[in-house]
């Protein structure tokens, strides 16, 4: 959920994940696939939030901020504010969410930080079917694909749970399993060495612009994100790549 902005309307992956949703996206599908010399890439990975799980909903950000009994600005603040740590397992939901509090000036106790635990997980659990058949596609036809999500431990173990197109992905990278989180640039090394490739091999699919840069930075090539038949068209003209 890559979400490092504050969000009072709000989505992340993100799971991330408000997403400001300022990513300057081109009509053209082919441009958002960024060129780079030498290396064809014949590995895709994948973000999830934004991509193929969808952003929170307006009826999930009111519930989560309804559990928080707290003005909604400051609660999104807060929220986004402290995420990353949680989302790269440094820290347990129980201790996110008394973070959370902490910063807000107010306690949760143990049966509202449930309460608050179970609404974030159902904030984020929206999948896009249409990407989802794009995804086992791509696996029946062969092709080598990954994931990499900035995701908390209670949301990877619920999609874990719920959904078997994850077992399509040769390698699942969630942040807080891995100790990295998108964009920092060990979470892509990570991903590098455990499909054992070279990064111009990887096409790194994401929604925000800042984690494509730090993708493209470390020498993968990059796709942003904007819409299922974009990416469809996009992987058309790489033949390597296409279901």
């Known amino acids: ?3 490092t902005t504050h969000h009072t309307n709000r989505p992340a992956d993100s799971h991330s994940h408000s997403h400001s949703h300022s990513h300057s996206h081109s009509d053209d599908p082919g441009e958002t696939l960024r ?3 030498g290396t064809i890439p014949d590995i895709l990975l994948f973000d999830m939030f934004g991509v193929i ?3 929170q909903s307006d009826a999930g950000r009111a519930r989560l901020v309804a559990a928080a009994g707290v003005p909604e600005a400051p609660f999104w603040e807060a929220y986004w504010g402290l995420r990353q740590p949680y989302d790269r397992g440094d820290v347990t939901g129980s201790g996110y969410w008394r973070q959370v509090a902490d910063a807000l000036g107010t ?3 143990t049966e509202q930080v449930a309460r608050l635990v179970e609404a974030d997980i159902a904030s984020w659990s929206g999948v896009d079917d249409t990407m989802v058949t794009l995804i086992g596609e791509l696996a029946a036809a062969g092709r080598r694909i990954a994931l990499l999500s900035n995701i908390p431990e209670e949301l990877a173990a619920h999609y874990e749970e719920r959904h078997a197109w994850l077992k399509h992905f040769q390698v699942r990278a969630f942040s807080c399993r891995i100790g ?3 964009p920092e640039p ?3 090394r990570w991903c590098l ?3 054992g490739t070279e990064a111009g091999r990887v096409l790194f699919v994401d929604d925000r612009e800042e984690n494509v840069r730090a993708a493209e930075a470390g020498g993968l090539r990059g796709h942003l994100f904007t819409t299922p038949a974009a990416l469809r ?3 058309r003209k790489e033949p390597r790549l296409s279901a």
């Open 186 to 188: 060990d979470a892509y």
């Open 107 to 109: 306690g949760f106790g």
């Open 193 to 195: 060495d455990a499909l």
């Open 233 to 235: 068209e996009a992987l």
């Open 35 to 37: 060129t780079a010399p």
């Open 1 to 3: 959920m890559n979400d």
């Open 180 to 182: 990295h989180a998108k």
């Open 53 to 55: 799980a969808r952003h």
